[in-house]
Structure formats: structure tokens, C-alpha cells
């Protein structure tokens, strides 16, 4: 009896997800002899369909409160720079616009820009991923996408790009100046 009592507890934890796996690892497939699974099983006289247990009553507790997100530096307006590709002589200039309604680089030498969507902020930085809209380096062109991490610092932002090229990573710096309305 103890035998059978013991596997069928196992049983159960397994099934609700304890028993020491992670939580991606799929549950375990335990058999239960077919005695076993006649001992745990209460004939249908005892079972009832009117008593609700309290582990089976929804939750009355609210859902915890949003958090606000992180109040990010003020960036808006239009940023440019030299960029320095790490491990390369070459330089070249980007463009950063940024709106309420969206971001968007520019790559003038290399004739390519994308559009950036912001992924998220803290108070010191704001984090994009870019995705190449003109010029795409799997077309032809000579830009990747990539993501791109801003801090403001003073009257300029700092800017980094971080990518993939055909296996290789590829990192690039910039301090960007706002440009002025004409």
C-alpha cells in the first residue's frame, strides 16, 4: 500500500511540474500500473461535482501593477558623427533622427539608411535595433542591421553599433553632435 501510495504521489508531482526538472524540460512520462492507478482513483459514488476545493477557485488577488518604464534621456532631433568601425581605417558619417513617431539612420558615404524601433530605455540609455531600409548589405548594398545603443551625454549622444557580417562580429562608435535647424 505504502509502494502504491508513494508512486501515485510521484505521479502527481510530476504532473503538476515539481520533482527537480527545469521548467523547460517536459514533464516526465511516469507508467502506472493498472492496479495502482484503480487504487488512487475513488469509485464514481465518491466522487462529487459539487464540492470545489480552494486550489480550484480562480484567483481573487489583482494582478500586479504595471511598471512604468524607464523615464529615457531626451534624445530627440537630428544627430550626426564620424563613425569608427572597430578594427578598420575606414570612416564614415551617420544621420540620427529621432521623432515621437519613429528613428531612422542615414549612412551617406555608404548609400544605405534604415529604420530603428526602440526596444527599450533606462535613464541613461535607449536601445534600438535597426533594420537597414536602402542600401541592405544581403542586396548588394554595404549596410547590415544591426542594433544601436544612444546616451546622451551633454549636448552629445553617444552612439554604438553592434552586428553580424557573414559570421564576423562588427562594432562601431560615434559621438554624435545635434545638428541645428536651417
Known amino acids: 500500500m505504502a509502494a502504491s501510495m508513494m508512486c501515485a504521489s510521484a505521479q502527481h508531482l510530476a504532473q503538476e511540474g515539481f520533482g527537480g526538472r527545469w521548467p523547460d524540460e517536459p514533464p516526465a512520462r511516469t507508467q502506472v500500473p493498472p ?9 464514481a459514488a465518491e ?7 480552494p486550489a480550484a477557485e480562480p484567483s481573487k ?11 529615457a534621456p531626451d534624445i530627440a532631433g537630428t544627430w550626426s558623427g564620424t563613425v569608427t568601425q572597430v578594427g578598420s581605417q575606414s570612416k564614415y558619417t551617420v544621420v540620427l533622427t529621432i521623432t515621437a513617431k519613429g528613428a531612422e539612420t542615414d549612412y551617406p558615404e ?13 535613464p ?10 536602402r542600401g541592405q548589405a544581403d542586396k548588394g548594398g554595404r549596410c547590415p ?5 544612444v546616451a546622451r551625454a551633454g549636448d552629445n549622444l553617444g552612439w554604438t553599433w553592434f ?20
Not at 488577488?61 to 523615464?71: Q, Y
Not at 542591421?145 to 545603443?149: A, K, Q
Not at 552586428?163 to 536651417?182: D, F, I, N, P, Y
Request: proline share 9%; net charge positive.
Open 110 to 122: 555608404l548609400g544605405c539608411g534604415g529604420k530603428l524601433r526602440r526596444m527599450g530605455a533606462s
Open 163 to 182: 552586428g553580424s557580417v557573414q559570421g564576423e562580429l562588427m562594432v562601431a562608435v560615434s559621438t554624435l553632435a545635434r545638428k541645428t535647424a536651417r
Open 47 to 53: 466522487r462529487s461535482t459539487t464540492t470545489r476545493t
Open 145 to 149: 542591421d544591426g542594433t544601436i545603443t
Open 61 to 71: 488577488t489583482p494582478p500586479p501593477a504595471a511598471r512604468r518604464p524607464a523615464p
Open 124 to 133: 541613461s540609455y535607449v536601445f534600438f535595433v535597426e533594420v537597414i531600409t
Open 35 to 43: 492496479a495502482t492507478a484503480q487504487q488512487t482513483t475513488p469509485p
